[in-house]
């Protein structure tokens, strides 16, 4: 009897550590973490992440993953499709209607002239940048217009941003008219030097300008000399010395490239989760 009680004890015993053990193996394989690659996301292939990268599309160099354009390509994306793909086309003027006629017509006529005459953006081409600035004067919120130009240097083979004009707001001008009463205006001396921004600036978003506004860097070396007449320029680096202007960052930033004699382009950004995204054309206009 004894060794009867004693071998269903033990079958109970190993009854319930086989059911923890299979408990257990259950459990891990349900808390088990499997990693699997994703595809990226067509929209983040299709992004145009920089004015560079809009460039070397626009000149049908590259395909979005970054391969150099070949034959097999081209079959598959004609340039008139690839160059559509950089206007905003969100725009309502690009839905032929008879408002939208003129612009429509316009664009058409572009794309065909730059595929017919293989148009490419020259890697000097003239680029400005029209840049908003977020800043607090006296605990007020503010927004300075800056308008930059890329500068190319040939004796040096770089090139450097310079800004070409500054327009501040009407309540700060008129605050500050004094210094021109006064004319309490800096003219260009032996110590001047012209100096600049990185010409790669516009990749973060123009911050070395914002660096520059904030840590009390000369104002006048970042202007190109054609301006440095100019009132605003005075006024922002006297409110600037006095510690009455700090600037928060970029708000805005637009960039206009000429791509031919008789054509300008405008560019901005738009971050959204869709393949017309990134750096895209927002307006065509005659020169």
């Given at each position: 009897?004894?060794?009867?009680?004693?071998?269903?004890?033990?079958?109970?015993?190993?009854?319930?550590l086989?059911?923890?053990?299979?408990?257990?193996?259950?459990?891990?394989?349900?808390?088990?973490?499997?990693?699997?690659?994703?595809?990226?996301?067509?929209?983040?292939?299709?992004?145009?992440?920089?004015?560079?990268?809009?460039?070397?599309?626009?000149?049908?160099?590259?395909?979005?993953?970054?391969?150099?354009?070949?034959?097999?390509?081209?079959?598959?994306?004609?340039?008139?499709?690839?160059?559509?793909?950089?206007?905003?086309e969100?725009?309502?003027?690009?839905?032929?209607?008879?408002?939208?006629?003129?612009y429509?017509?316009?664009?058409?006529?572009?794309?065909?002239m730059?595929?017919?005459?293989?148009?490419?953006?020259?890697?000097?081409?003239?680029?400005?940048?029209?840049?908003?600035?977020?800043?607090?004067?006296?605990?007020?919120?503010?927004?300075?217009?800056i308008?930059?130009?890329?500068?190319?240097?040939?004796?040096?083979?770089?090139?450097?941003?310079?800004?070409?004009?500054?327009?501040?707001?009407?309540?700060?001008?008129?605050?500050?008219q004094?210094?021109?009463e006064?004319?309490?205006?800096t003219?260009?001396?032996?110590?001047?030097?012209?100096?600049?921004?990185?010409?790669?600036?516009?990749?973060?978003?123009?911050?070395?300008?914002?660096?520059?506004?904030?840590?009390?860097?000369?104002?006048?070396s970042?202007?190109n000399?054609?301006?440095l007449?100019?009132?605003?320029?005075?006024i922002?680096?006297?409110?600037?010395?006095?510690?009455?202007l700090?600037?928060?960052?970029?708000?805005?930033?637009?960039?206009?490239?000429?791509v031919?004699?008789?054509?300008?382009?405008e560019?901005?950004?738009f971050?959204?989760?869709k393949?017309?995204?990134?750096?895209?054309?927002?307006?065509?206009k005659?020169?």
């Amino acid at each position: 009897m004894k060794r009867i009680l004693i071998f269903i004890f033990w079958g109970i015993i190993h009854n319930s550590l086989a059911q923890n053990s299979e408990a257990k193996s259950t459990s891990d394989s349900i808390s088990a973490v499997v990693f699997t690659k994703q595809p990226v996301e067509s929209f983040m292939l299709w992004q145009i992440k920089s004015i560079n990268e809009f460039i070397h599309r626009f000149n049908y160099e590259v395909f979005i993953d970054g391969e150099k354009m070949n034959d097999s390509l081209q079959i598959l994306y004609p340039r008139s499709q690839y160059i559509l793909k950089l206007f905003n086309e969100d725009d309502e003027r690009l839905k032929m209607t008879e408002k939208t006629q003129l612009y429509f017509i316009k664009v058409n006529q572009f794309i065909s002239m730059i595929c017919e005459e293989d148009i490419k953006i020259d890697k000097q081409a003239k680029l400005s940048a029209n840049v908003k600035l977020e800043a607090f004067y006296k605990e007020k919120n503010v927004i300075l217009d800056i308008l930059l130009q890329k500068q190319y240097l040939k004796k040096e083979g770089s090139a450097r941003w310079q800004i070409t004009n500054i327009s501040l707001p009407k309540e700060i001008i008129e605050e500050h008219q004094r210094l021109i009463e006064r004319k309490d205006i800096t003219t260009t001396d032996s110590t001047y030097i012209e100096e600049g921004l990185s010409p790669n600036a516009q990749d973060i978003a123009f911050s070395p300008l914002v660096n520059a506004f904030n840590q009390g860097k000369d104002i006048v070396s970042l202007c190109n000399q054609t301006i440095l007449k100019h009132q605003e320029i005075y006024i922002l680096e006297k409110i600037l010395r006095l510690s009455l202007l700090k600037v928060k960052g970029t708000k805005d930033i637009s960039f206009k490239i000429s791509v031919h004699k008789n054509y300008q382009i405008e560019i901005r950004e738009f971050m959204r989760e869709k393949e017309n995204s990134g750096w895209l054309i927002t307006d065509l206009k005659l020169n």
